[in-house]
């Protein structure tokens, strides 16, 4: 159990549907990211929420919105993706963010958009 | 912000042999630098860190350096073994307000039996 729990670990959607990716933590942080990795480029830094409130959105277009009810769960609502938008999503929880900590990452959610 | 180089992208030695993944930064006030491996189909996983108030840090086969001066940092692995075959990311954080981790392009290390 790795403490980070994301569904689905899989998810195939055309460009016209909206779907939503869920992660929820039980390792009590206050902390939680949405990172994309695609094949050959860095982790990408997605959104990251603090106590519920989002403190960086890193340019990410707005067909991805995420939403943070509480401190232990995170969503990413997709809709009218793009087929370069397949990739593996990775949720993570951190303590906190009172100092650089590291990050607890979940198994992820590979999407494909066709 | 912050830019984080890695190389090689590519690692294959052979076991018992040592590796070295070396990542540069750009971003002078980063101070935390962590490093991940990823087995495939799974996800990173912490392996070390390193804070920037100290030059070297060592933990079993595995040791990291960072030099400061020149923004670089390296992952050192000894004795390697087949199960040391993964992905490996370094990143590099400054906590400015906010704990954003910048990461690597990832080296997949093959370690040959």
């Given at each position: ?31 939680m990211y949405w ?13 990251v ?43 993570a ?22 | ?113």
């Amino acid at each position: 159990e790795t403490g980070v729990t994301q569904t689905p670990r899989h998810l195939v959607m055309g460009m016209t549907n909206k779907k939503s990716l869920k992660c929820e933590q039980h390792l009590g942080h206050n902390a939680m990211y949405w990172y994309k990795q695609s094949a050959k480029k860095p982790l990408e830094l997605m959104f990251v929420y603090n106590f519920k409130e989002q403190t960086e959105n890193n340019s990410v277009p707005s067909r991805f919105s995420p939403e943070c009810p509480n401190s232990s769960h995170l969503f990413l609502h997709l809709h009218t993706l793009q087929p370069e938008d397949s990739a593996l999503y990775l949720c993570a929880s951190a303590p906190g963010v009172s100092m650089s900590s590291p990050l607890h990452f979940g198994n992820g959610t590979r999407l494909t958009v066709t | 912000g912050e830019n984080v180089e890695q190389h090689p992208s590519t690692l294959s030695v052979q076991e018992g042999d040592s590796a070295v993944i070396k990542c540069t930064y750009s971003d002078s006030a980063s101070n935390y630098f962590p490093w991940y491996k990823q087995e495939l189909g799974k996800r990173p996983q912490l392996i070390i860190d390193i804070r920037s108030n100290v030059g070297e840090k060592k933990d079993q086969r595995i040791a990291v350096t960072l030099n400061k001066t020149a923004k670089h940092f390296s992952l050192h692995i000894t004795e390697t073994q087949p199960e040391d075959s993964a992905v490996y990311f370094c990143a590099a954080s400054n906590w400015a307000g906010a704990n954003n981790l910048f990461f690597g392009t990832g080296t997949r290390l093959t370690v040959i039996p």
